[in-house]
Structure formats: structure tokens, C-alpha cells
């Protein structure tokens, strides 16, 4: 699990809250019904008003998982590809029907059991291609919803400051509590602008971020069953997917060597 996300939402509420300790305020005083009604049922509804209730659904489905996912690493399935590349050279492709069986990464063992099937590469390489693309749109289309709610909370916020203030503007015989009342009015701007930066924002950037990592490693993966459909050297194949990884460790072709040589 990366807990990036969740340790930067709880980050951002507690240096909010603490600065508002820190001023002396007490930090109830922004906790009040009305603005956080209006903010954050009205923003999820502008949101649902603008998406079907499929995409709703799928957006926040979508957040536990983002917010517990563990950053996908192509190292690992790089040696995985090595690895099979080896034994398919040495034993032929049918020999990794078994190891298929092994593979957790899902899109790995449909590609590769695809490939030992006899599927033409031309064809493999559509397909999964296909599925790296569906997968990228509908990260895409959940992180929109979030980023969309993100516009949209800054001015329902705003409109519950004007509702507010005209409240306000009706009570002017009573100055004893227009302080009080004019404070309260700018809660909701508050509200609409910390969901939108502290909320919104974040989880529409943070599965956009997770689906790119994901959509590289299929990429990555792709690469290589086709290189090990062709019976390449695993040599070769490892350096070749390594040169797709932006961090690739130099030391790890050391490896590789040593099977293209046995």
C-alpha cells in the first residue's frame, strides 16, 4: 500500500485546523451545518448532474482503491519477463503453459496464455493495446468527476456566502450580531475551497497518477510477450524493457547475462 494520498489529505486537515488553534480561533466554528450541507451534498450534486450515475459509481469505487494501491513496480514484472523468455528459448512456448498459472499480474497471464495459444502477434498486440487504451479512459473519465467537483465547490461556496449575507442584509437593526453573522457567511466559501483543494483535487490527481503508473506497466508487459512470443534473447528483452523504465537499474542486465549465456 502507498499511503501518499491518504497521509496528504490527513496532512492538509491538520495544518488547517492547527492554524486556525494557532490564531486563537476555535476550530468549531467552521463546523456548521448549513455551509457544510450546501458545500458538499451540493457539490456531489452538480457533479452527479453533469456525469451519468455509472460514472458516479465508478468514481468513487474507484477511491479506495487509489488511496490504498500500492505504485506498481516494472522491475518486478521485467524479471518475471526475463524469466519466462528464458525458459520459452530453452523449452520452446508451450513449455510456459504451467508457469502461466503462477502469475498474479492478470493482465500478464491473459497476454501470455494468449501467446501460447498461438495467437498472431499482430492480432496480441491489438488486443492488449485495446485494454491498456479502455483502461486509460475510464481511469480517466473517474478522475474528471473529481476534478470536475473541484471546479465546482469553490462557487457553491460562494453561493452560500451570498445566501448568507443577504440573511445579513435583512438583520441590520441588530448590530450586536453582525459580526458574528457576517463571520459565519464566509464559512461556506471556506468549505467550498478547502474541498475543492484539499479533497476534489487531490483524489482526481491521485488516480490519474495511479492509473499512468498501471497503463506503463502494461505497456512495459506488452513489450514484452510479444518479444517472448518471437523468442528473443532474454538478454536482449531485458535490456530492451528495461530502456522503457525511467529508473532502470543498470546492474540488474548482470542477470541477463547469465541466462543468455547458460
Same mark, same amino acid.
Not at 196 to 224: F, H, Y
Given at each position: 500500500?502507498?499511503?501518499?494520498?491518504?497521509?496528504?489529505?490527513?496532512?492538509?486537515?491538520?495544518?488547517?485546523?492547527?492554524?486556525?488553534?494557532?490564531?486563537?480561533?476555535? =476550530?468549531?466554528? &467552521?463546523?456548521?451545518?448549513?455551509?457544510?450541507?450546501?458545500?458538499?451534498?451540493?457539490?456531489?450534486?452538480?457533479?452527479?448532474?453533469?456525469?451519468?450515475?455509472?460514472?458516479?459509481?465508478?468514481?468513487?469505487?474507484?477511491?479506495?482503491?487509489?488511496?490504498?494501491?500500492?505504485?506498481? *513496480?516494472?522491475?518486478?514484472?521485467?524479471?518475471?519477463?526475463?524469466?519466462?523468455?528464458?525458459?520459452?528459448?530453452?523449452?520452446?512456448?508451450?513449455?510456459?503453459? *504451467?508457469?502461466?498459472?503462477?502469475?498474479?499480474?492478470?493482465?500478464?497471464?491473459?497476454?501470455?496464455?494468449?501467446?501460447?495459444?498461438?495467437?498472431?502477434?499482430?492480432?496480441?498486440?491489438?488486443?492488449?493495446? *485495446?485494454?491498456?487504451?479502455?483502461?486509460?479512459?475510464? *481511469?480517466?473519465?473517474?478522475?474528471?468527476?473529481?476534478?470536475?467537483?473541484?471546479?465546482?465547490? =469553490?462557487?457553491?461556496?460562494?453561493?452560500?456566502?451570498? &445566501?448568507?449575507?443577504?440573511?445579513?442584509?435583512?438583520?441590520?437593526?441588530?448590530?450586536?450580531?453582525?459580526?458574528?453573522?457576517?463571520?459565519?457567511?464566509?464559512?461556506?466559501?471556506?468549505?467550498? &475551497?478547502?474541498?475543492? /483543494?484539499?479533497?476534489?483535487?487531490?483524489?482526481?490527481?491521485? &488516480?490519474?497518477?495511479?492509473?499512468?503508473?498501471?497503463?506503463?506497466?502494461?505497456?512495459?508487459?506488452?513489450?514484452?510477450?510479444?518479444?517472448?512470443?518471437?523468442?528473443? /534473447?532474454?538478454?536482449?528483452?531485458?535490456?530492451?524493457?528495461?530502456?522503457?523504465? =525511467?529508473?532502470? =537499474?543498470?546492474?540488474?542486465?548482470?542477470?541477463?547475462?547469465?541466462?543468455?549465456?547458460?
Amino acid at each position: 500500500m502507498d499511503p501518499a494520498g491518504i497521509i496528504g489529505i490527513v496532512v492538509a486537515f491538520v495544518a488547517i485546523f492547527g492554524a486556525l488553534f494557532l490564531e486563537g480561533a476555535n =476550530p468549531l466554528s &467552521i463546523m456548521l451545518p448549513a455551509p457544510l450541507l450546501l458545500v458538499w451534498v451540493g457539490t456531489i450534486g452538480v457533479g452527479v448532474a453533469g456525469h451519468t450515475l455509472k460514472d458516479v459509481k465508478n468514481a468513487f469505487a474507484a477511491v479506495p482503491r487509489a488511496l490504498r494501491s500500492k505504485a506498481p *513496480d516494472p522491475s518486478t514484472t521485467v524479471d518475471t519477463v526475463v524469466s519466462l523468455a528464458d525458459k520459452a528459448r530453452r523449452e520452446g512456448l508451450l513449455a510456459l503453459e *504451467d508457469a502461466a498459472r503462477d502469475i498474479d499480474d492478470e493482465f500478464l497471464r491473459s497476454g501470455l496464455q494468449a501467446a501460447i495459444d498461438g495467437t498472431d502477434p499482430e492480432d496480441l498486440r491489438v488486443i492488449l493495446e *485495446d485494454r491498456i487504451a479502455t483502461k486509460r479512459t475510464r *481511469d480517466r473519465v473517474n478522475a474528471k468527476y473529481f476534478q470536475d467537483m473541484g471546479g465546482y465547490a =469553490p462557487t457553491i461556496g460562494i453561493i452560500g456566502t451570498v &445566501i448568507s449575507l443577504v440573511h445579513v442584509l435583512e438583520n441590520l437593526s441588530e448590530p450586536e450580531t453582525l459580526g458574528h453573522s457576517i463571520a459565519a457567511a464566509f464559512v461556506a466559501t471556506l468549505w467550498g &475551497i478547502l474541498s475543492a /483543494n484539499v479533497v476534489w483535487l487531490p483524489l482526481g490527481t491521485r &488516480i490519474k497518477r495511479i492509473s499512468d503508473l498501471e497503463c506503463s506497466q502494461m505497456e512495459v508487459t506488452l513489450e514484452g510477450l510479444l518479444a517472448v512470443q518471437a523468442g528473443a /534473447n532474454p538478454r536482449v528483452v531485458g535490456e530492451r524493457l528495461r530502456s522503457l523504465l =525511467p529508473d532502470a =537499474p543498470a546492474g540488474d542486465k548482470k542477470a541477463d547475462e547469465k541466462k543468455a549465456a547458460a
